[in-house]
Nanobody, 124 residues
Framework: QVQPVESGGGLVQAGGSLRLSCAAS????????MGWFRQAPGKEREFVAS????????LYADSVKGRFTISRDNAKNTVYLQMNSLKPEDTAVYYC?????????????????WGQGTQVTVSS
């Protein structure tokens, strides 16, 4: 079992940057694909980015391509989301998720373990 715990959220001005971290406990972390999702007030949860267990397969939502970068450090059981050129529409609670399988997926149904979320607020 893997338990993700997010950190790094906060308040930032438009155009700024934040790096989210997700520390995941569990002996199988290095074989789990990981993903980031977000949910804005009044909206459904949406996919942001995902990374396979080797880091060799990465997916991004179109809305964040070229601005966000997902990466992982299996030695530290941690996955990161570097967010640059932030926009007010990026404001949301960001969730880290782990799936039992090794391959990268964009559907939240593919993920088995979820963190509590961290708030990201981008002011205009």
């Amino acid at each position: 079992q893997v338990q993700p715990v997010e950190s790094g959220g906060g308040l930032v001005q438009a155009g700024g940057s934040l790096r989210l971290s997700c520390a995941a406990s569990g002996r199988t972390f290095s074989t789990n694909a990981m993903g980031w999702f977000r949910q804005a007030p009044g909206k459904e949860r949406e996919f942001v980015a995902s990374i396979s267990w080797t880091g060799g397969s990465i997916l991004y939502a179109d809305s964040v391509k070229g601005r966000f970068t997902i990466s992982r450090d299996n030695a530290k059981n941690t996955v990161y989301l570097q967010m640059n050129s932030l926009k007010p529409e990026d404001t949301a609670v960001y969730y880290c998720a782990a799936r039992r399988g090794p391959d990268s997926r964009s559907s939240d149904l593919a993920y088995d373990y979820w963190g509590q979320g961290t708030q990201v607020t981008v002011s205009s």
